[in-house]
């Protein structure tokens, strides 16, 4: 597998208008390999430090383009999105998954059905 896409698609609420998003391109799996991509990141506090106010979505910067610095912060609450998996002209997996900050101020992304 070569020029692999993970994509978020219809991110639900969607965010400053977005619900679609590119977290990695050009991704190349050998056989029987496999890879591990961050999708999101949560500040989850210390003894002298607050949880952070938002979860933030790992999308690399596009083309030199400047984006909004909020661009890919979200609120920290429960978000439903597809993460999408495939090359220019298939799609190889799709997941409906859930992105949310437990109670202990943890982070978790699960499939959601």
């Given amino acids: 597998m070569s020029n692999g896409k993970l994509h978020i698609k219809n991110l639900d609420p969607a965010n400053n208008?977005?619900?679609?998003?590119?977290?990695?391109?050009?991704?190349?799996?050998g056989p029987r390999g496999h890879t591990f991509i961050d999708v999101a990141a949560y500040n989850e506090g210390t003894a002298e430090a607050p949880?952070?106010?938002?979860i933030q979505l790992i999308i690399p910067h596009s083309g030199g383009h400047l984006v909004s610095v909020t661009f890919n912060r979200l609120p920290v609450k429960a978000h439903k999105f597809h993460l999408s998996f495939s090359s220019f002209s298939e799609i190889f997996d799709e997941v409906y998954c859930r992105l949310f900050v437990d109670s202990n101020h943890r982070l978790q992304i699960e499939e959601w059905s």
């Fill in 51 to 54: 949880p952070g106010p938002w």
């Fill in 17 to 29: 208008g977005f619900t679609n998003f590119l977290l990695q391109n050009e991704i190349t799996i």
